[in-house]
């Protein structure tokens, strides 16, 4: 008798352990079905799902960042991870044309270098007033281990930290990496940038979606390049790339599903936006390097 009523006693502690995790877990993270691709206006959607639900008004649903991902692909566009963040955690990735030619090592092998890192080994660098890769970042720890860091904080060459690329959106040079420092190893040999390229972090407005843009940019003064003779026979021009951002509509609505209730969200549709994503050495028509 007493070990059946101890065995129905940890029944319902797992079974009540289980029902809060699954409560918990319910409200951290909202399941939605876009019902359909095809928007309404708002109004006129809100009218049909009432008379749908027998004269009750409709509920209402705010999109999350997974809803908007699918958004952009049934739109027929990607999410591009490399240039786009939802999240601060995904602004403490480097954008990968910036990456040292020597990886950074731990004790389990290689693994990426995060910004956070870059950026505190500079300001301790610069508090010192020394170079980079005369003194380890404390923030990385014992287990790894420091390569030759060739980046310098924008203030160090001229360049202001915050530029305002709109009145919505602004954009923050993160890091530099200045001209002749090593760009690539082959065969031993090291091979050099021609033109200093900073990293940014574009910070979207709250209705455009996603919330980080990462790109490279040039010097704005530093500008010549693949020089001889004191003479420069090539120019530092940016790169770019369209990228598809999403854009909350003001008038337009989707129908989705929530818990297995329809609801209506506001629609994200697809906008536009030149990213900056590099930086190289254009050669004159009129030089012998062309």
């Known amino acids: 008798m007493r070990q059946s009523f101890v065995l129905v006693l940890l029944f319902c ?10 409560r918990r877990r319910s409200k951290r993270e909202t399941f939605h079905v876009i019902i359909s691709n095809e928007t309404l206006p708002c109004v006129k959607m809100a009218e049909m799902l009432r008379r749908e639900n027998g004269g009750r008004p409709p509920r209402w649903t705010q999109l999350n960042d997974e809803d908007k991902k699918e958004i952009l692909r049934m739109r027929g566009y990607d999410f591009i991870r490399s240039l786009m963040g939802t999240s601060g955690r995904d602004t403490d990735l480097i954008f990968d044309p910036l990456l040292p030619a020597q990886p950074l090592t731990s004790k389990t092998g290689t693994r990426p270098l995060l910004r956070s890192e870059i950026l505190n080994q500079l300001q301790s660098d610069r508090e010192l007033n020394d170079t980079v890769s005369s003194h380890p970042s404390p923030s990385l720890g014992e287990e790894a281990t420091v390569p030759h860091l ?102 337009l609505c989707l129908l989705v599903l929530e818990n297995g209730q329809k609801m209506i969200a506001q629609d994200w549709s697809p906008t536009q936006y030149q990213l900056s994503i590099g930086c190289e050495c254009a050669v004159s028509e009129q030089s012998r390097f062309r």
């Not at 502690?13 to 699954?22: N, R």
């Not at 090593?182 to 407005?205: E, F, H, I, K």
């Not at 996603?210 to 026979?233: K, N, Q, R, T, W």
């Open 13 to 22: 502690c797992l079974f009540y352990s289980v029902e809060v995790q699954s």
């Open 150 to 251: 060739p980046y310098v904080v924008p203030e160090d060459i001229g360049l202001n930290r915050t530029m305002f690329r709109s009145s919505e959106f602004v954009t923050t040079v993160d890091y530099c990496v200045p001209r002749s420092s090593t760009m690539t190893q082959m065969d031993g040999v090291n091979y050099l940038r021609m033109c200093t390229a900073c990293a940014t972090t574009t910070s979207s407005p709250s209705d455009f979606w996603p919330a980080y843009l990462y790109g490279v940019i040039c010097h704005s003064d530093d500008v010549s390049c693949l020089y001889e003779a004191d003479i420069a026979f090539g120019r530092c021009v940016a790169t770019g790339m369209s990228v598809m951002m999403l854009r909350k509509s003001t008038d």
